[in-house]
């Protein structure tokens, strides 16, 4: 019941005064900043040349660590990925027998979540602003925004988001 947990938590952080923030122990972090999967995390990370922390942001935003979760877009598991895109990805890996309920998976789901992030992070150059924006939002929609500002700054870019999910996700 990690999305309990979180905003518990951060109930308890935002009644804090600043000064106070500091003095939390480390024990308090450690369950707002957990470490599951931490094996396949890893593994796939390497694999794909990814921070391991960046990826457990990834699946601590999109699904609060709920292997079960499912989207209003019908995103699914830890890293709440489509049953299109990872078909699409599984293909790619040359993945036998994919199927929709492997995505409840942790295992598979890691493997075609953090693979389908490197593939942005590539089409984007290496840029973890825009490829995160397109993993929340879909490629298509940040490769419009980049069209509407071309000069924008990366902060000022973020700014304009429209979608205030994926800009506050960017954010975080």
């Not at 938590?9 to 599951?36: C, D, G, H, Q």
């Not at 796939?44 to 921070?51: G, K, M, P, R, V």
């Not at 830890?78 to 295992?107: G, H, Y």
């Not at 509407?148 to 973020?158: A, G, K, Q, S, T």
Request: positive net charge; without cysteine.
């Amino acid at each position: 019941r990690y999305l309990d947990a979180f905003r518990h938590l951060n109930s308890i952080l935002n009644e804090l005064p600043t000064a106070k923030v500091r003095e939390v122990p480390r024990s308090f972090w450690t369950l707002l900043y957990p470490v599951p999967f931490w094996p396949d995390v890893t593994t796939q990370a390497e694999a794909n040349n990814l921070d391991p922390y960046l990826v457990l942001s990834i699946m601590r935003q999109e699904s609060a660590f709920d292997r079960f979760a499912v989207s209003s877009a019908e995103a699914r598991g830890l890293m709440q990925l489509l049953p299109a895109t990872a078909r699409k990805v599984a293909q790619q890996l040359r993945m036998p027998q994919f199927s929709t309920q492997m995505l409840f998976d942790p295992q598979p789901n890691i493997t075609l979540g953090t693979r389908y992030f490197a593939t942005q992070l590539q089409r984007y150059q290496g840029n973890r602003i825009l490829a995160l924006a397109a993993y929340n939002a879909g490629p298509h929609r940040v490769d419009h925004w980049r069209q509407r500002w071309p000069h924008l700054p990366m902060d000022e870019f973020v700014e304009q988001i429209p979608f205030a999910e994926t800009r506050f996700y960017v954010k975080l």
